[in-house]
């Protein structure tokens, strides 16, 4: 099926007269049923799939129920196939472990070996309860935003560390809006009342603008900040 995807996908790519749009693609890949050896196995023919598509960049999201569910198996598998690539949504990964991953082991971790295989964030802020919460900007839920941004920081430090490779680093901001089954019930991630109305404070094409101009305006005073150690040294 991944590949039957990967060659629309390509195909798609290289029939639009204008230039394509697409510059990178998303895959939901493996399964947290799997064990490591068929998911290894998985991802290795993955990789041969993608290479014979002459795709975009193709990186594999870091999501609960998925090969790449947690940060530990995350690690190990990229030791077993170092081409792999990542799609990097750490709400997931804060969500799973039940935790903000910040032990001094665990943040080197993510920092040496998770970091650099990320070329695609999915920029959405959790907690180890909540997969999004209702406002960043909350007082409730500081500590956990700048754990995200922390790490986010990290990964766009070790993408402009590895600048030779001429990648053209991504992110996408996240926050889901109120989803209802067939039956009615609340099966979204927009954290809702008693009455199923969403509780953030403001609407939800208002919170992924206001969102993604802070992510754009983090990733400037940090390149800022970048560049002025540059010119100190």
Known sequence: NLTSDFREVAS??????AGSPI???NA???SDAWTE???VDFFAR???ASDGCELPTVSHETHRARALCCPFVTARLLAAVPRLRLTSDFSHWVLKCERLLDAPA???LLRETIAPAVDHLHARIGTPQQPQVADVEAASVRGAAERFYSFWTEVWT???RRSLSRRDFTATVEYGPVE?????????????DAALQPVAPRPHDETLRVSAAALRQRFELWHADLSAQKLVL
């Open 12 to 17: 798609l790519h290289a029939s639009l007269p």
């Open 23 to 25: 510059i990178g693609v």
């Open 28 to 30: 939901h890949s493996g």
């Open 37 to 39: 050896s068929e998911n």
């Open 46 to 48: 993955a990789l041969e």
């Open 106 to 108: 665990e943040s080197e």
């Open 158 to 160: 070790a993408a402009q």
């Open 180 to 192: 209802l089954s067939d039956a009615g019930e609340y099966v979204g991630y927009t954290p809702v």
